[in-house]
């Protein structure tokens, strides 16, 4: 029975009673929220992961190889070293190589569940075999998909909402950056040259079809995400988004669980709005943002404008943060961005749960503001998000007396205080 299904109809699955277990909420209260579409469950081999309303805000990290570089070992290094600090899932993107192989390999290697897309394998087999990605037959598409879901993946992204509506609009109300998703791209791009609907909306009932065969999750793409701020929260993203809300529902009614992705460029101020919206279009369906960027200008910086806007929508209530690393707009990512990227986005989700007020989020910081007063060192290394940082700033420099570091040596504040007013303090 259908994850979804079974929550339908009541039953308590594993899925359920294993996430509840690791986010300490009652299984009875996760599986409603199942039912009811606000958080799903997502399976690799024999462990689940929950993402929704009342959940801990999750991580995603993208790997992949690209045609201009296709390294599977650094792939899968990448994918090591996502996992290593923190990303609950990992997309394998790759456009370059053995695209199959090496899903089959990062699916093999992960302990974490993983996503793809699939349009990327099509419209790329297509081009390689056919001579034009125009020639792909919606056939094509689907077998892909197919493919993806029985190699295991948990959940592939298809931009179903990419509608010849959404072009038109798209036409008259040209942007900045008009398509920056390289699935919407591909996708407007065999729209525009066969003069037809897209096939993943078209028949949308063969989506379903193959969701339904394997468990697999949706991710309802954003082809039209803004590329710049100058383009957030226009029509054409909203347009797409109508679309998404109404495949929502087609989904639930069919019991198969969907996740919505989002933007992209947003400034800051328009961030709540854009959780807002989705939340109520998609009714309480869990959102996937990419960043969102809160800026355009800070190149090999991206991590950091993303995890503000990644912070603020977590913040308002978006599920899940897709990373975005320093190298983003700029080369393919290594493994050192990798890190900075998922570093970056566990801090933005963090900061996101104790904002949304998340039980026990605020635990270890508490643990930690007891530790830095009572200058224990080694407790404050074990409570850091990247203990190796902590070591590479602590031990650069001996600090003058033992109980201090050399950021004020012996005029260190919290020591000053503490000998005026003896203050006291344990670990709790
Ligand atoms: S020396 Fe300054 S920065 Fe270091 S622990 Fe004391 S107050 Fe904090």
Redesign the pocket.
Known sequence: MLEKEMAVKGIISKGVRYVAGREKIKPETLSEKVAEGRAIILKHKNIYLGIGEGLKTKVNANIGTSPDIADVDSEIEKLKTACKYGADTVMDLSTGGNIDRIRNLVFERSPVPIGTVPIYQAAIESIEEKGALTRMEPDDLFRVIERHASSGVSFTTLHCGVTLRTLERLKKNPRKSMVVSRGGAFLISWMIGNGRENPLYESFDRVIEIAKKYDLVISLGDGMRPGGLADSTDISQIDELLTLGELTKIAWENNVQVIVEGPGHIPINEIPANVVLQKKICKGAPFYVLGPLSTDIAPGYDHITSAIGAAVAGWYGADYICYVTPSEHLSLPGTEDVIEGTIASKIAAHVADIGKGLAGSEDSDYRMDIA?TK?AWQEQRKIAIDPGKFDAYYKQHK?SEKD??????K?????TVERYLGTKVSIK
């Open positions: 830095r200058r600090p201090v570091c050399t950021m004020c040596g005029y260190c504040a919290i020591k």
